[in-house]
């Protein structure tokens, strides 16, 4: 698969590293070699998961297998045009929230993107600072509201903060304990396979073990320990987050 991926190691010692950021999974779809390795580079500095598409055909190709939680789209592309990419994503139902980036300024330009279905745009050239702004304005909306604590059984998680707080005790998650977390407790009972939670926590081009998985599920658990809530080995299909 074409494209460039990238992702931070997950320690805390990482250069640049800042707490205080939920985990995000983004596609990027730019051709601009220089733009793309910077955004990357920023984006992968939070701990974010990065996917890079060159061009429509590998953007397809990305969301054909994977799920993201938000799409940094360029309109100007080697082989299309990002508003007939952004067009049939959104015929097809697709659901990811999308951010547009673009050199056209005019109000024309950025209504008709809007109109097919954009839920925000960005004009080239940026600051970084306004393009994370607006990732956390767009998620936001996609999950409802301002919030970032969530509560389950006697636990409650920050992905603001990066933290679990059980009987008072704050917690620190490093980044794939955290992602892993977000991912089980968007969806309490429900059964991830191992496949499905290394798709959420590993870009393309890393080596996502089954053996990987059950490292951050033991770290996990470790951090549960003490609390009603638990992360269940369901055999053959996968593990759930329940509370007793």
Known sequence: MKGTQRHEPDTDLSRGRKRGASKVRYLLVEDNAQLAAAVLDRLSLDGHVVDHAADITTAYDYIGVGDYDLILLDIMLPDGDGRSFLKRYRRDNGRTPVIILTARSEVSDRVSLLDLGADDYITKPFDFSELEARCR??????????????????????????????????????NRELRLFEVLIGAPEQIFSKPKLADRLFSYDEDASENAIEVYVGRLRRHLAGSTVRIVTVRGLGYRLTTS
């Open 137 to 174: 304005a767009v998620l936001r909306r996609q999950t409802g509201g301002a919030s970032n604590a969530r509560r389950f059984g006697d636990v409650v998680f920050d992905a603001l903060a990066g933290t679990l707080e059980i009987n008072g005790v704050t917690i620190a998650l490093r």
